[in-house]
């Protein structure tokens, strides 16, 4: 396993978050989910981080605060997009000023869903960040993530994941 | 004379757990002027809640913060309901207070944590925050969400918490309490922690009022102005008294909301002593018409909502005001002529919530 | 003594005194620039051969002290027409008593000519190396200098060939003055350095060097006196000469004259002179008031010492030089402006000689010697380009030196290298401080201020480095303008300081140790202080050029790999302004542009100048009067 | 309903609210409300926990008068009305001209009424 | 004022097991109760289009014709709204998270 | 001289990896105490390994050159320690080694970076002097600067005749260490006012070099309590292995147990309480006329 995949430095950075994502990534570096088992530190500078974690939707102003933060953060990187507003806007998605999910700026690795994601969600999230940290460090192109949905219909009963079917999202491959 | 120096303090910056800037001139490290720079979590949601159902809203509403989303709902379902003239249900309102003192538990061993951090006390950080789980798990047990607990609705809340957990809750505050006490003497009482705290930031009981500022601020400068005492929700059939102190500094208010803390485990006790038997929610038909404000005390103080409905399912104008825009003016007076260490502890000490300041 | 060896001495002082009054009456500017480097040329090479010859004395005819005492008295008739012309009457006073000191003792007589009234031994002849070679790289670089100083001097400047022939004349002055061992010649030799530092000083004549320049002749005569009544305590004794008084041990004559050493070296609480002096144009500040003639002072009490082993006085100075170190240090550090630093700095490390020479052992007088030699270059070289510095970006601010390195690298790379000559091990400043507290090991008051004033140093010196370093990321390629004359000079001394720099354990191994041994022959020396001595001179070379070398090859070699591709904006809580040029601004308060910036540290609030002064000097007036007290003087 | 209001105008806005702190008034905060023609501004103050509402119809078009000289407390929410309802407000003590709460690409003044969000964002 | 009052909780922490629940490598059964993520019984569903209408998030699609029920768990504020409107309690909290 | 070589070769080696175990151990330590399990005991070497493969961003090259003039002063301090060499000498390379960096702060423009470099240079100035004092005590007790003296078989215990100074080594340890109270201007859990102070502006492999820089430092710091404060003989090695792991729990305590405090105050409470402490148990030592 490469090294990076041992040492995994986040940075945090809350854009436009309601603070319950927020708080709850805290709880992951908290005694009781602890993720520094698997090496993380929360080091708040991107010049020293593997991983950025985001939460919260992008709005007019910090749009520019996230492509820097992003773009200061040494290669290879990594960024995991906690919550729903993170992921698409979420519920603030028709807000006058907010522009969408973070993955329309910058591209996003990881998504955790959730209305805050609970810690153990967030640390799956960052479990396989760890996984495509490692992957980019050989070298091997890693997708974008893609979004899901669930469509069921009432027939034979396909209760399948189809990729979404929207425009923009016709790019996110299986 | 040498230039001043001019740094940008936030808006992705480790201390501040929100984005929020400040621009501060300083001296060596002596802050001269502080500038605040906001609007890096302005959604817009007033305006979104003026499109969505009203019923809807009161999931927006949570949504304005996640630290103290509970009371945010609640003060949003007690303005509808007066609009409306919805009479809840005792029980129902018993039960909110339970929520509402939780959430505000929750929001002080945050703040307490994220203060620890601010003046670099790791472990003190880790036990606060360690602490807070407890009351995470207790809401998660008896809401279904640790954070978003949703249970409020209009016309009572959605979900009730049976007798049988009362013994969890119990324990669970017990552990909570026995955490505190613990902590006690070092947030109370250790030099080093006294010496960060005391005399620092410091506001006259004058300013406070001139500043308009709001719950543990206003407290901590002898200002017992707690929402809580005009007896919204079941507060008037609980017995408590304001906590308040003199000083003005980081550590009045400090010691406020610790002593708050304690005050909150007697208070859900206190709930689950007198919890009325019945129904936990009416139903509610129509829809709301004409101007209400609806105030509550949240962790940070009192919370304001101007609801205009029009008769139709939509609401004419949501106007939100939160403890720390009132707390803001506030914060501007205590930052110049402070040392730029002092500045997360005197930020942290408002216990500011950038996210309900802009919704 | 062969004659050549003496016409060599007359040489090195005349010379550039004849020099001086050919450089008065010449009126192109081609041939004053000529002769001023003829002066320079001849005066260093005369210089070297004097510090390379052997020891010697020089047994003048009778007539030569008679024009010493004749000569003595023209230059306090000289101080007493400055005094007349700035309407001093304090100057006025102290040149009177000079005068009558200097009359009467025309009419007694010592144990006259016993002793020789010029010597060259070890300390003269590293003091003659020093004002020969640093001296003359100033001159030749002032004529660069004076150039452009012309184009922004004030009006009232006085004309540069009186600026060249005082800068000239000054040399051979100062080269007399460490040669001589006569004390009519000495006082004679003190009192033209005075005044040469007196017309520099005010060369401007605006106000305020008018009144630096009075300040500065009013302390120094202060000191002149000082040194008048030594050598009078001295005559009342029967020794004529410098030698004599050693040899008589005569404590409360040479009292005086440490305390003549003291306003000269401007020691608190005599500094105030020495800052002012620092509106001078910068050669001057460089020549004069760092490099040489400030270091008359510690010149004097280091040919003291052995003489005066173990005594109480040599306790004191000790102590008055440590203080100054640590007190100098700490106003240094509220200082912004650049040269005021370096004043401060030259007063601190004269102090440290002081003490060194106070500590009176084999190992404080050789890092005394040490501390000499290599502080008068670096201290030259620094004054060198902070002049240059100055005339380029109009500024002394240390906060305005931020983009040096980009605009002119030259100087910005040799002011870094003298400036590492302050700090850097193995270099002679670090190395030297290293003895200098080993030496005071058995004087704990002076130990403990020592210690102090050396944690303070770094403060000030790493932020000047670290504000000159500080570039952004552009790639920078200017060529710099500056004059020919001012860049070779700038070139030789910072070769110098290199060289000597990264040799200094080697220097002090096999010079500096000879010469305090050879001071100290016949002197008993505590077997501790022998010990440390010894194990001083052991210190191994190779581990440190090994990592200097390791340091420098890597990170050369990573300086000139790094892909400019992997250049990132600065960290500002993510607001930068993007855009190459403008990454240190950042967004802020309705969304504009501001330039982020930090300014060095100055504690002002702590080191605040006035106050600071003003205790020291309160507390360095005490030390001087108790010295004398314990002397048995007051 | 809003209890204790009490109707003024432009020209007496600032000698009500001077007079209002020396009666024990605290300043709470402001609303605004398009309604129209003109907009509602009211202006809060508590006193013992009870609200009291002075009520400004400002037409539309019409400058606002900071109050923030004689309530400091007052900027912050005088400046989020200058953001979201592009109010002009006149001697602001700290003034951010619109660019508190918004950014310049951000929609101007999005609390106005005639503003409808025509397009409707990602609803599937 | 005193010094190390910290040391009884420190020393309290190191001598008893740390609170850390390892997961990933041992997971917590979820809470009953708890909202984790929404699920439909696709069968029982009629596909009126209510809780669509309800979503405070508009995370929900449904289409009569053909008849298909769309869920945007990234949309999705897991808030129940939906599942208590519904009229054939089709739909259903599962307390485990996604 | 070959047997110097290779002992200096292998201390080369082996100062970083033990400096990097005991900083692991720090952490798992700290970890615990906290309440928490900790991340691995080798994590310290992952993590330096990780930043080696990391993308080499930077601001300006004279910041590398420092870079490497930090961790090159560094060695030399091992080195000249284990030639036995002069103390305060040793000492002085020390200091310049922690002024490369200050400098390696100073020379961006980024203005938490600087702040930091300020705040390190107050360190500086609040522990130097008192490592001196322990120098100096070190000469009155022994006779001797000479590293070699100090841990010559029959050498005096220090902490007999130093024990105040001892105390005052430890919280320049502690200063150096980045430890609470004393974590101003850079602390390993970077959530303070100025980010991550000095080492703010090196990423990847340049702030592995300081990593590595600092795990020598440890090494050293601790050398000094485990050669110097117990009598150096194998059958006292014990007494040196429970002093360097008091030492090592004291300042993990000491970590855990206080707030951050200011600058200026860590300055005043070295030059006036510590600095006190020291000169007292030194003019003891005069007294005595260890000399
Ligand atoms: N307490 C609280 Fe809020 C509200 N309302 C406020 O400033 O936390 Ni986010
Ligand atoms: S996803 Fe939910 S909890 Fe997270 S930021 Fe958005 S609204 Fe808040
Ligand atoms: S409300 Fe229930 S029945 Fe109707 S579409 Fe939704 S899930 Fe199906
Ligand atoms: S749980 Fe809430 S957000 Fe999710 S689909 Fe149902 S109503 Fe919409």
């Known amino acids: 396993m490469s090294v990076l995949a041992k040492s995994p430095w986040v940075v945090h950075f809350n854009c436009n978050s309601c603070n319950g994502c927020d708080i709850e990534f805290l709880a992951c570096l908290c005694p009781t989910y602890d993720v520094e088992r698997f090496g993380v530190v929360h080091v708040g500078n991107p010049k020293h981080a593997d991983i950025l974690v985001v939460t919260g939707s992008v709005n007019h102003r910090n749009a520019r605060v996230l492509a820097n933060v992003y773009q200061q953060m040494p290669s290879p990187k990594v960024v995991v997009a906690c919550g729903v507003c993170t992921s698409s806007g979420g519920i603030f998605a028709d807000c ?35 996984g495509i940290l490692a992957a980019k460090a050989k070298g091997i192109e890693t997708p974008v993530a893609d979004k899901p949905r669930i469509t069921v219909s009432p027939s034979p009963k396909p209760v399948d994941e189809t990729p979404a079917q929207e425009p923009d999202e016709v790019g996110a491959v299986k | ?18 984005p929020l800037q400040l621009k501060l001139v300083m001296e060596d490290e002596k802050v001269v002027e502080a500038i605040p720079a906001i609007g890096y979590v302005h959604r817009g949601l007033e305006r979104l809640a003026q499109e969505k159902d009203y019923q809807q809203v009161t999931y927006l509403a949570e949504r304005v913060c996640g630290i103290c989303s509970f009371i945010h709902s609640l003060t949003f379902c007690q303005g ?47 036990q606060g925050m360690r602490t807070r789980e407890t009351i995470l798990q207790l809401m998660e047990s008896t809401a279904g969400a640790r954070i978003m607990l949703g249970t409020c609705t209009v016309g009572g809340v959605r979900r009730d918490i049976e007798s049988s957990a009362f013994g969890e809750i119990n324990t669970a505050l017990d552990s909570v309490a026995r955490d505190l006490d613990q902590m006690a003497p070092t947030i109370l009482n250790d030099y080093s922690v006294r010496e960060r705290l005391v005399g620092v930031g410091t506001i006259t009981a004058q300013q406070a009022f001139e500043t308009g500022a709001v719950g543990p601020v206003a407290k901590a400068c002898g200002f017992a102005r707690d929402f809580r005492t005009t007896g919204y929700a079941a507060y008037g059939q609980l017995d408590f008294k304001p906590v308040t102190e003199t000083a003005g500094d980081c550590f009045a208010r400090t010691q406020v909301r610790f002593a708050e803390l304690y005050q909150s485990v007697d208070l859900i006790r206190q709930c689950m002593a007198k919890m009325p038997a019945g129904p936990i929610a009416v139903p509610v038909k129509g829809n709301p018409d004409g101007e209400i404000i609806a105030r509550t005390e949240q962790p940070r103080g009192e919370v304001i909502y101007y609801i205009k409905g029009n008769g139709t399912k939509n ?45 | 003594m062969n004659d050549i060896n003496t016409l060599a001495l007359l040489g090195v002082i005349a010379g550039p005194v004849i020099f001086a009054a050919a450089i008065y009456f010449t009126k192109q500017t081609k041939l004053r620039n000529i002769l001023v480097l003829g002066a320079a040329l001849l005066t260093s090479a005369l210089g070297i051969f004097i510090a390379a010859s052997p020891s010697a004395n020089v047994y003048p005819d009778s007539w030569v002290v008679y024009a010493g005492a004749g000569l003595e008295i023209v230059m306090t008739l000289a101080v007493l027409a400055i005094a007349y012309n700035i309407r001093s009457w304090a100057v006025g006073l102290f040149g009177t008593i000079q005068l009558v000191l200097v009359v009467i003792s025309e009419f007694m007589h010592g144990e006259s000519s016993i002793g020789p009234a010029f010597v060259v031994d070890d300390l003269s002849r590293v003091m003659v190396a020093i004002v020969s070679v640093v001296g003359s790289l100033i001159l030749v670089y002032s004529i660069g200098y004076m150039k452009e100083h012309e184009h922004h001097a004030p009006a009232t400047a006085r004309s540069t060939n009186t600026f060249m022939f005082f800068l000239v004349g000054f040399i051979g002055a100062m080269n007399g003055l460490v040669l001589a061992n006569d004390m009519k010649w000495l006082g004679c030799f003190f009192e033209a350095t005075t005044i040469c530092s007196f017309v520099l000083i005010g060369h401007d004549r605006t106000r305020e060097a008018a009144k630096n320049a009075a300040r500065a002749i009013l302390i120094n005569s202060f000191g002149g006196v000082a040194l008048t009544i030594g050598a009078f305590l001295a005559l009342l004794k029967g020794s004529t000469q410098y030698s004599g008084i050693l040899y008589h041990a005569d404590i409360i004559a040479f009292s005086f004259i440490a305390l003549a050493g003291l306003v000269k070296s401007a020691q608190m609480p005599f500094q105030s002179w020495l800052l002012g002096a620092m509106v001078a144009p910068t050669p001057v500040s460089a020549l004069l008031h760092s490099a040489t003639m400030v270091n008359i002072g510690v010149y004097l009490v280091l040919r003291a010492a052995p003489a005066f082993v173990g005594t109480k006085l040599m306790y004191f100075i000790a102590i008055i030089g440590a203080f100054s170190f640590a007190a100098t240090s700490a106003l240094a550090i509220a200082q912004s402006n650049g040269k005021k630093v370096l004043a401060y700095s030259t007063i601190g490390n004269l ?20 501390l000499l030699c290599f502080h008068a270059v670096s201290k030259g070289l620094l004054f060198l380009c902070m002049g240059t510095i100055e005339q380029k970006i109009g500024s002394r601010d240390i906060e305005d030196m931020g983009s040096l390195l980009r605009e002119m690298p030259l100087t910005t790379v040799i002011t870094l290298i003298g400036m590492a000559s302050m700090l850097v091990p193995p270099f002679g400043m670090l190395l030297s401080k290293w003895l200098a507290i080993e030496a005071a090991i058995s004087s704990p008051i002076v130990l403990l201020l020592v210690v102090i004033g050396s944690a303070l140093t770094v403060l000030f010196w790493a932020k000047w480095i670290g504000r000159i370093t500080t570039v952004s990321y552009h790639p920078w390629y200017t060529i710099e303008r500056i004059s020919i004359s001012k860049q070779s000079v700038l070139a030789i001394l910072a070769t110098i300081v290199v060289i000597a720099g990264l040799g200094a354990i080697l220097l002090y191994r096999d010079l500096f140790v000879d010469i305090a041994i050879r001071a100290y022959q016949g002197t008993y020396i505590s077997q501790s202080d022998m010990k440390l001595f010894e194990a ?7 581990p440190f050029m090994a990592f200097i070398g390791l340091a420098l090859v890597a990170g050369i070699l990573a300086y000139f790999t790094v892909n400019a591709s992997n250049v990132r904006a600065p960290f500002l809580c993510g607001e930068n302004v993007p855009g190459s040029t403008k990454t240190y601004e950042f967004r802020s308060v309705k969304d504009s542009s501001h330039l982020a910036w930090s300014s060095s540290l100055y504690l002002r609030h702590i080191f605040e100048e006035s106050k600071t002064t003003m205790w020291a000097n309160l507390i360095a007036a005490v030390i001087i009067l108790s010295m004398f007290a314990a002397i048995g003087v007051l | 309903m809003l209890t204790n209001v009490k109707e003024i105008s432009r020209d007496t806005l600032l000698n009500e609210v001077a007079a209002m702190m020396p009666q024990g008034y605290r300043f709470v905060t402001m609303t605004c409300v398009d309604c129209g023609e003109y907009h509602d501004i009211m202006y809060h103050f508590d006193k013992d926990y009870v609200l009291s509402t002075l009520r400004l119809k400002l037409l539309k078009g019409q400058k606002l008068p900071s109050i923030s000289d004689i309530i400091f407390a007052a900027i912050i929410v005088e400046n989020e009305i200058r953001d979201l309802f592009g109010i002009p407000v006149k001697g602001l003590a700290l003034n951010y001209e619109g660019r508190f709460l918004l950014t310049e690409d951000a929609p101007i003044a999005p609390f106005n009424k005639p503003v409808v969000n025509t397009e409707t964002k990602s609803n599937n | 004022m005193r010094i190390f009052t910290f040391v009884n909780n420190v020393w309290q922490n190191i001598t008893s097991r740390p609170a850390t629940r390892l997961y990933p490598f041992t997971p917590r059964t979820p809470i009953a109760g708890a909202r984790g993520h929404l699920q439909i019984d696709a069968d029982t569903c009629i596909y009126c289009g209510i809780c669509q209408k309800r979503c405070p998030s508009n995370a929900l699609a449904v289409t009569r014709e053909p008849k298909t029920w769309t869920l945007d768990p990234y949309k999705c504020i897991v808030c129940s709204y939906c599942v208590e409107a519904c009229p054939k309690k089709c739909l259903s909290m599962n307390p485990a998270h996604k | 001289m070959s047997e110097t070589i290779i002992k200096l070769l292998i201390a080369i080696v082996a100062a970083p990896l033990v400096g990097a175990i005991i900083a692991g151990l720090d952490r798992k330590v700290t970890a ?68 490369s960096l ?24 609040a522990y130097e002097p008192i490592l001196v004092i322990m120098v100096v005590g070190i000469y009155l007790s022994q006779g001797s600067f000479m590293a070699s003296d100090v841990v010559a078989a029959g050498a005096k215990p220090l902490l007999l005749s130093l024990p105040l100074v001892f105390i005052a080594y430890m919280m320049a340890m502690a200063i150096e260490l980045q430890k609470s109270p004393f974590d101003v201007a850079s602390s390993h859990h970077a959530h303070q006012e100025i980010v991550k102070g000095v080492t703010l502006e090196y990423a990847g492999p340049f702030l592995a070099i300081i990593e590595i820089a600092h795990f020598y430092e440890v090494f050293l710091l601790f050398a000094v309590v485990y050669f110097f404060w117990a009598p150096y003989n194998l059958a006292n090695a014990a007494v040196g292995m429970a002093l360097a792991a008091g030492a090592f729990l004291f300042h993990i305590v000491l970590d855990n147990t206080f707030a951050r405090l200011p600058a200026m105050w860590i300055v005043r409470f070295m030059w006036v309480i510590v600095f006190l402490m020291a000169t007292t148990n030194i003019i003891w030592l005069y007294r005595l006329g260890t000399i």
Request: glycine fraction near 6%; charge should be positive; hydrophobic fraction near 50%.
């Open chain 3, 351 to 370: 102090g440290l000689i002081f003490t060194c020479a106070g500590i009176d052992s084999p190992l404080g007088y050789s890092a005394a010697i040490m």
């Open chain 6, 32 to 99: 615990r105490m906290q309440g928490r399990v900790g991340p691995p005991i080798l994590q310290p070497i992952y993590d330096v390994l990780k930043l080696l493969i990391k993308q080499p961003i930077f601001l300006n090259r004279v910041q590398i050159l420092y870079a490497f003039m930090h961790l090159a002063f560094m060695m030399l301090t091992l080195v000249l320690l284990i030639l036995g060499q002069d103390l305060l000498l040793t000492l002085f390379v020390h200091a310049f080694a922690t002024i």
């Open chain 1, 96 to 130: 006058y000023n907010v522009l969408g999910g973070v993955d329309k700026f910058i591209p996003v690795d990881v998504f955790v869903p959730g209305c805050p994601p609970r810690p153990e969600a967030m640390i799956d999230g960052i479990v396989k960040a760890v």
């Open chain 2, 315 to 359: 609401l004419e104008r949501l106007r939100i005001r939160t403890p720390t825009f009132a707390n803001i003016p506030a914060l501007l007076k205590m930052l110049p002529g402070c040392q730029l260490t002092d500045v997360p502890v005197i930020i942290l000490t408002i216990d500011p919530c950038i996210s309900c300041t802009e919704r």
């Open chain 6, 102 to 125: 200050i400098l390696g702060g100073m020379c961006v423009r980024s203005p938490y970076s600087r702040i930091g470099s300020q705040r390190k240079t107050l360190m500086l100035l």
């Open chain 2, 80 to 126: 509808i309901e007066e609009l409306m003239n919805v009479t809840v249900p005792d029980r129902a309102k018993f039960l909110r207070v339970m929520w509402s003192e939780m959430h505000r538990m929750h929001s002080h061993l945050l703040w307490l944590g994220l203060t620890a951090d601010a003046f670099g006390f790791e472990s003190l950080f880790m």
């Open chain 3, 536 to 542: 001083a001179g052991n210190i191994p070379y190779w």
């Open chain 2, 1 to 18: 004379m040498a230039k001043r120096s001019v740094i940008p303090f936030g808006p992705q910056h480790p201390v501040l757990p929100e």
